[in-house]
């Protein structure tokens, strides 16, 4: 039964081991994404993102490190080591917004785009999937979710693996973008014409 993307916001906030993985740190009304990323040589560094949004957010960090020090599974009646469901990106981000329901898929990178990036993406729409056919087994409840794939990294010229459009040319699906272009940017302007619909 489709309900209206109200209805299934909070179904999503009810549902959803927030305890496990929601973001709770916000900035003067902006969501701050931050993850460690690795830079040449070697050394590492705590990359942020503040990005301001409209509506309602649930923002997830799905490698977020538990009390003993590693990721809790994804699902945790299935095996998580080395698994192609155990693969994810940093950050799931589901909005409400204008009766419409939105997930942003991100990974952050530094001044390389891996092969294995089109992989995490991938695995991560499967598993809005997978959430989605869950709560639609159990509750009978479905929405149609606009899934929007997007990479931020400290590539000054990505053009060796991204179109003059700013999509990775191995999976048109995910958008990419410096990570000083999107200072300032509201979530929703995060342009991505190629959005996956999903259900």
Partial sequence: M???ANK???GLKAYLNTNAYEITKRDNGRIV???KIFLAGGAERKQKVRLAFSGEVIALKL???NQRGSTDPLFHFLEDDAR???KRCDFVIFQLYRNKLSVYCIEFK???LPESLVDQLSSTESWCKAIQAIINLYTNEKKRLHLKKFVFSTMVDPSRFVDEEGYIIRDHSIRHYHYDDING???EELDNQCPVLVG
């Fill in 185 to 187: 940017m509201k979530l």
């Fill in 8 to 10: 299934y916001f909070r």
């Fill in 110 to 112: 530094s001044a390389s």
């Fill in 63 to 65: 490698d977020l490190k």
């Fill in 84 to 86: 192609p469901w155990s």
């Fill in 33 to 35: 994404l931050e993850e």
């Fill in 2 to 4: 489709a309900v209206d």
